[in-house]
């Protein structure tokens, strides 16, 4: 049997989240077209007949920005590559950037085997210009595969899956052949709201919100859950409210219903904005809204 630990790598916004979700089968990252919508450390465990592949997803790494919240990213990303079995370096068709350089040196200084998964081939048409940017990309590193594929449709995900699990070493099962995550309940709640909170707000608050779950309780057949969306700024909060609290109130109803739908159960959510001010550059403030490795 094999088994084993594969972390997902790239710069923001190359589709990692959304290969998570297509690997596993289901969701279990949020995903959006901002960059950095991805925060934390998500590990998806796939087990199978073959063997059990543990998948880290990682936030995107990137050259912008010096504050607390930027150096938490970079660090999270980087340490996914510290004792992996293999990485998967994604990137995007007929693109290449500094930050992609960036990603592929990391991988290059952690000395792990590498498939390099180009993303977004379903945006190329026709697939004959693909072919240039697949040698560029094979001369670039000692790959051992070069996979394009389309995360949003799944064309081709099921055959890199079958290339990560024959490349993960023998052994037994890591995790209990039922579980698909180390991740709590609650912090896929505050996953669910914050994603809400991007799609709709992703103009005005791109990265001023994050989401703590205050009480997460279980009574009569359903979760009751609180959650506080903290902001930097008191324009923030009121921009969230909207008129008469009426936008909110849309966000809060639709990740309510994700949640019902991601639990499998009724879900009565209760939320509130409040302002802490300059959180995403305090160090300390990171930590207490549960930004540590």
């Not at 594969?6 to 989240?17: C, E, F, H, I, Q």
Request: aromatic share 6%; net charge neutral.
């Amino acid at each position: 049997m094999k088994s084993g630990y594969t972390a997902l790598v790239g710069r923001p916004n190359v589709g990692k989240s959304t290969l998570l979700n297509q690997l596993l089968g289901q969701k279990m990252a949020i995903t959006s077209h901002k960059p950095q919508t991805t925060r934390h450390r998500i590990l998806g465990v796939k087990t199978s007949e073959a063997g059990q592949v543990v998948y880290i997803d990682t936030p995107g790494m990137h050259q912008r920005g010096q504050q607390a919240m930027n150096r938490y990213l970079n660090r999270t990303a980087h340490t996914a590559l510290l004792d992996v079995d293999l990485a998967l370096f994604v990137c995007q068709a007929l693109v290449w950037t500094e930050e992609d350089e960036l990603v592929l040196a990391a991988v290059k200084a952690a000395g792990v085997p590498c498939i390099a998964v180009v993303n977004k081939v379903d945006t190329v048409q026709p697939k004959e210009k693909l072919l240039p940017f697949l040698a560029e990309l094979s001369g670039r590193h000692d790959f051992v595969e070069v996979v394009p594929l389309s995360a949003r449709d799944g064309s081709n995900v099921e055959a890199l899956d079958k290339l990560v699990t024959e490349r993960m070493p023998e052994g037994g099962l890591i995790f209990p052949e039922d579980q698909i995550t180390d991740r709590s309940e609650r912090f896929f709640a505050a996953e669910l709201l914050r994603e809400q909170i991007i799609r709709r707000y992703h103009k005005e608050l791109p990265y001023a919100v994050t989401v703590e779950i205050e009480s997460f309780v279980e009574e009569q057949g359903r979760y009751v859950i609180g959650a506080v969306i903290w902001v930097e700024r008191e324009n923030q909060r009121r921009i969230l409210l909207g008129k008469q609290g009426e936008a909110m109130k849309e966000a809060a109803s639709a990740a309510r219903r994700r949640m019902a739908e991601f639990f499998d159960t009724r879900v009565h959510l209760d939320v509130w904005i409040k302002v802490k001010k300059s959180w995403s550059s305090d160090e300390a403030s990171l930590a207490q809204l549960g930004y540590s490795e």
